[in-house]
Antibody, heavy 121, light 106 residues
Framework: EVQLVESGGGLVQPGGSLRLSCAASGFTFSSYEMNWVRQAPGKGLEWVSYISSSGSTIYYADSVKGRFTISRDNAKNSLYLQMNSLRAEDTAVYYC??????????????WGQGTLVTVSS | DIQMTQSPSSLSASVGDRVTITCQASQDISNYLNWYQQKPGKAPKLLIYDASNLETGVPSRFSGSGSGTDFTFTISSLQPEDIATYYCQQYDNLPTFGPGTKVDIK
């Protein structure tokens, strides 16, 4: 069974940092492109970042560019999101999601259960 | 950025009704359009990819159509378990989602 499990969320002060992890199982992680998508409380979905299967190609939403860094460790079947200079508007549930296509962010399937990041003083 | 709009923002229908949601892109996105279902407190689930392709395991009462800037998502016979918010998402450029359509039972 394909499974994605996020961890690392929590409460952080504005300007602080947090590192999210996503543990993948049930599929050949190194063959798939991956994404992070977030959802602010009571709001819609916002794509955050994409990484190719090898890690050589990366894209970010303008809202996080320069502050967030996506990475992966194929040996550990894990995806990461390093979040720096956090702002109140970064408060959201963060989902990792496997990409269904090839060559850039396409469709997202499946998704993890999400991890909540709260930025507040 | 490509902007996505959805209508209606919410709807209430009876079990067995045909439900239609529209999604419009701010520019031509060909068929690079997907649909997701999100139930309360749960992660989204992919239903339709590339505008009209049903994801494996998704009931056939769900369907999608359209190309260019105008797309339609249809539930042919609404079931109680279809209560959810539905989102469209384009990937012609960096992905963006529509604002969602909340579907309730009347």
């Amino acid at each position: 069974e394909v499974q994605l499990v996020e961890s690392g969320g929590g409460l952080v002060q504005p300007g602080g940092s947090l590192r999210l992890s996503c543990a993948a199982s049930g599929f050949t992680f190194s063959s798939y492109e991956m994404n992070w998508v977030r959802q602010a409380p009571g709001k819609g979905l916002e794509w955050v970042s994409y990484i190719s299967s090898s890690g050589s190609t990366i894209y970010y939403a303008d809202s996080v560019k320069g502050r967030f860094t996506i990475s992966r460790d194929n040996a550990k079947n894990s995806l990461y999101l390093q979040m720096n200079s956090l702002r109140a508007e970064d408060t959201a549930v963060y989902y990792c999601a496997r990409d269904g296509g090839v060559g850039a962010a396409n469709w997202f399937d499946p998704w993890g259960q999400g991890t909540l990041v709260t930025v507040s003083s | 950025d490509i902007q996505m709009t959805q209508s209606p923002s919410s709807l209430s229908a009876s079990v067995g009704d045909r439900v239609t949601i529209t999604c419009q892109a701010s520019q031509d996105i060909s068929n690079y359009l997907n649909w997701y279902q999100q139930k309360p407190g749960k992660a989204p689930k992919l239903l339709i990819y590339d505008a009209s392709n049903l994801e494996t395991g998704v009931p056939s009462r769900f369907s999608g159509s359209g190309s260019g800037t105008d797309f339609t998502f249809t539930i042919s016979s609404l079931q109680p378990e279809d209560i959810a918010t539905y989102y469209c998402q384009q990937y012609d450029n960096l992905p963006t989602f529509g604002p969602g359509t909340k579907v309730d039972i009347k």
